[in-house]
């Protein structure tokens, strides 16, 4: 199975990527600036595997580029908070 295909194993491989980048020194807007872009990626190359995925992309296929950078703000806040390697 992939790491796409599982919600909590999604969370878990996205956590540890936002951990190192956030101990390289990375700061917050920059993370949330590659959150957005990041979900611009899926959304135009990356099919929803799971429930969830799917959710994210309709909800990010109908918002704005305001509403589209809220998401990926929320999206960092989750992973910080559910994903493995909490700080």
Known sequence: MSVVENWKQWEDFLADRLHHAQSAGMDQD?????????????????????????????????????????IANMMVKLIQNNGTQQQ
């Open 30 to 70: 920059h993370i949330t600036d590659l959150a957005y872009q990041i979900g611009g990626y899926l959304q135009d190359h990356v099919d929803p595997k799971n429930e969830q995925q799917r959710v994210l992309a309709d909800l990010w296929s109908v918002a704005d580029d305001n509403e589209q950078r809220a």
